[in-house]
Structure formats: C-alpha cells, structure tokens
C-alpha cells in the first residue's frame, strides 16, 4: 500500500523539477492554490511627475473587473521587494524608475468571498520615470486594453476597490498649489531656505529705506512717497543683489553682467510698483480714512509682489550659471 506522504513528496518533487526546467515559475492552477493557504506579498508603484500626476494603468479580469489600478507584482520567492519594482516597471510599462528605498503605506486586503487570491500584502513605493514610456501603451477610451496607461490628476471614479486605500495619494490637487509646487519643485530646500533668510533682510531694508525716504521729501514735495519708492529701489538693487550672489545662488565673478541682470529683473517690479502705488494709496486712504498713514501701509502691501517675481526672475535668469552647494 502507498503511503499518502510519499505520494505528496514524490508530486512535490515533480513540480519542483517541472518549474526548475522551465523556469517561468509555478503553473496557475498551483500558483492559485497556494494563494488559497497562504498570504501573498507584493509590491505598488506610485509612479508621479512633477506636476503630480499620478500613472494608472488600466485592468479587466475576472478578480478584479475593470478599472484603474496602481501597477504592481507579487514578489517571488527570495526575490527582493527591489528587483521585482523593476521587473513590474520592465515588464508592464516598458521603463526604468528611481524609487524611495522604503514603502510609504502597507495595505492589508483580506477578501473572505473570493477562494483563490485573497489575501494580500501590498507595499506602495513612490517611483519616478529614468526613461521614456512606451506612447503606444496610452490608454485608449474607444478600445480600452489591459496595460494601457494614463496620467491622472485626480482619483478616477473607476479605481478598482482593492486599491481604494491609495486614493489619498493620487490626490485631487488644486491648480493654485500645483502651481506653487511647480515654482520650488526644482529648488534645492536649502537655497530656498537662504532665500527666505536673505529676502526677509532684504525686505526690511526696503521697507526702511522707502519709509525713511517718504518722511524725509514730505518736506520737499507732494506725493513724495512716488519719489521715494523710485530712490529706494535704485538704492535696494544693490543691496539686494549682494545678498542673493553671495549667501543664495553663491555665483563666482561676474559682478558687473550679474548687477545688470538683476536690474533688468527689477525694473519690471519698478515700474509696475510705480504703476500700482498711487491706486493703492488712494484705496488704502480710503479704506482706512487716515491718508497720512497711507503710502506707508500700500507700500508693504506691494512688496510681497515683488518677492515672487525677483526670485523667479533671479534664479531663472541673474544667476543662471552653475551654482555652488
């Protein structure tokens, strides 16, 4: 009489030379069964561009139905979470990705109705695109095929529900802050941060200067707050323009072309300022029925303005050379 252990000993043996020769893993029907006994581990590549698009890619199958779905792979055995974030990156959409070295959510999806596949570990990776995707997997609405992809801004209503968790990180992100993201996305955080150090001196001397000059040609003139905006500009480019080479975008040599750069960037702020300061003056007289106080008031509301536009304006143009870190 055959023992029932040696039986299953000498199948198992059998399966492992089968997949051994083959080398294309374990056929479905025992894939599915060990899916049925054990949880199955696998990794999700949150695949964003700058503008924070998210990449889906698009599935129809009898576990999941039709939808979107972030791409991923269930990891072999003594395979690494990193080898097979490549793989699925290769073999669903044809690139190479960076990614962080650490998951940023683990999701757990236990389904008791479904028998085969129903117990998950997914580890959610956030990737960026090394290369180029292939333009003739773009999802198309008229045929629609498994694989297809397409960026999305927001969450699609038809995100397949297993992956529903993830939502939170395809986000529905308003124009205002992409845009504001778009700005800094490049920026190194501690150039930024000098900047906001520089620029708040820099603000504080401006302010003073268009203050003092103000109070000083009210003596002399009417309206002398336009005189003083005018003064305290040519004086503040310089100023200005030291802090930023120096302690920001730390540029070497150059002075004389940088100096003319920067002028060139504030003189759009200067003449637009000009252009601004009466009506505001005149509003903010109105508004606070105290005219004496007035330009001085309108003066610093103006001056946040021109803080977006002489950053944008320097970093893409004034000190636009290979910058020191």
Request: net charge positive; proline share 6%; glycine share 6%.
């Amino acid at each position: 009489m055959i023992d029932l252990a040696d039986e299953l000993s000498t199948a198992i043996r059998k399966i492992e030379d089968d997949v051994d020769a083959d080398g294309s893993g374990l056929p479905e029907e025992l894939f599915l069964f060990v899916s049925r006994i054990t949880p199955l581990i696998n990794v999700d590549l949150l695949i964003q561009n700058k503008y924070k698009r998210t990449l889906l890619t698009w599935r129809d199958d009898h576990f999941y139905g039709p939808g979107w779905h972030v791409p991923g792979g269930i990891i072999r055995y003594k395979e690494t979470a990193e080898d097979r974030i490549r793989s699925v990156a290769r073999q669903e959409l044809g690139v190479e990705i960076d990614f962080d070295p650490s998951p940023i959510f683990v999701l757990e999806s236990i389904s008791p109705e479904r028998r085969d596949r129903g117990h998950f570990v997914s580890l959610l990776y956030r990737c960026r695109l090394k290369s180029k995707i292939n333009e003739m997997q773009r999802f198309k609405p008229e045929a629609p095929a498994p694989d297809q992809w397409l960026w999305h801004d927001k969450i699609p209503e038809n995100l397949i529900q297993e992956q529903q968790a993830y939502a939170k990180f395809i986000g529905n992100y308003p124009k205002k802050r992409a845009f504001l993201r778009s700005l800094t996305n490049h920026i190194p955080p501690s150039q930024l941060a000098r900047y906001l150090i520089v620029g708040i001196w820099n603000t504080a001397f401006a302010y003073g200067s268009f203050a003092l000059f103000t109070f000083w040609l009210a003596k002399y003139m009417p309206a002398s707050y336009m005189a003083a905006s005018l003064l305290s500009s040519i004086l503040n480019i310089t100023v200005s323009f030291l802090g930023y080479k120096w302690f920001v975008f730390k540029t070497k040599g150059n002075y004389l072309k940088e100096w003319s750069k920067c002028l060139m960037v504030y003189s759009a702020s200067i003449v637009l300022g000009l252009a601004l300061l009466p009506p505001a003056v005149l509003a903010v007289s109105y508004l606070t029925k105290n005219p004496s106080s007035a330009p001085y008031i309108a003066g610093a509301l103006l001056m946040g303005f021109n803080v977006i536009i002489s950053f944008v304006g320097h970093k893409k143009f004034s000190f636009r050379q290979v910058q020191a870190e």
